[in-house]
């Protein structure tokens, strides 16, 4: 069964680095997703991209976030300079349609990040 | 504004006993409703959805859950639990009009021999 993919599974950064995290959705899905899970807190919507342009962006996503689709397969979430508060498990999902649709998401197994 | 409530932040069955999760949600259309399991160092896994149609909804691993419009309710139940059903437990509405999920805050399953 195809699968949503993630790396790398853990990242340590230093305060004020630049962190990429990767994803891989499914093959034929259109939509992408990203999430995040702060310890012990609710997941939240960061992201949502489709036709290499964001579709919708949480007041989370400021500009210290951009992602990417840089070829056919990959999706990616780049922190420009991560703060403490950044240390979350990110996950990533795609889903074959989007907006204003009735299609699943399905989830990769997340990056858990960590920053000192 | 939407919002998913899962009043029980941590259960504990015991292994054969009956299960039942609560979520209610707030949103003012139809909503679309998920459950979704995260079992230790895994992604969320999709149990199972509502749409529309018939409110009682059955998914993997034998759990299913009953949409009540007028309760704004979509519990998840399983008649007998597994050990291996011990995990994190999310209920999720999707907003129609930008197809994010709002998630609710988790209820984590522990089961007793």
């Known amino acids: 069964e195809p699968e949503v993919t993630q790396t790398p599974s853990h990242q340590v950064t230093q305060m004020g680095q630049e962190v990429i995290l990767r994803c891989v959705p499914i093959s034929n899905h259109l939509y992408f997703y990203w999430y995040r899970q702060i310890l012990g807190q609710k997941v939240e919507f960061l992201v949502s991209?489709?036709?290499?342009?964001?579709?919708?962006k949480s007041e989370i996503f400021d500009d210290q976030f951009s992602v990417e689709r840089p070829d056919g397969s990959n999706f990616t979430l780049k922190i420009r300079s991560t703060k403490l508060e950044d240390s979350a498990m990110y996950f990533c999902?795609?889903?074959?349609?989007?907006?204003?649709?009735?299609?699943?998401?399905?989830f990769g197994p997340g990056t858990r990040l960590l920053v000192l | 504004a939407q919002s998913v409530t899962q009043p029980d932040i941590h259960i504990t069955v015991s292994e054969g006993a009956s299960l039942e999760l609560r979520c209610n949600y707030s949103y003012g259309a139809t909503p679309y409703l998920f459950w979704y399991v995260q079992s230790p160092g895994q992604g969320l896994q999709l149990l199972l959805k509502?749409?529309?149609?018939?409110?009682l909804v059955q998914g993997i691993k034998g759990f299913e859950a009953e949409f009540k419009r007028s309760q704004s309710s979509f519990n998840l139940r399983k008649p007998s639990v597994h050990w291996s059903d011990a995990a994190e437990y999310f209920c999720?509405?999707?907003?129609?009009?930008?197809?994010?999920?709002?998630f609710g805050q988790g209820t984590e399953l522990s089961v007793k021999p």
């Open positions: 999902a795609s889903s074959e349609k989007g907006k204003g649709s009735r299609e699943t998401q399905y």
């Open positions: 509502y749409f529309s149609g018939d409110t």
């Open positions: 999720a509405v999707v907003n129609n009009q930008g197809g994010k999920l709002i």
């Open positions: 991209f489709y036709n290499n342009e964001i579709s919708e």
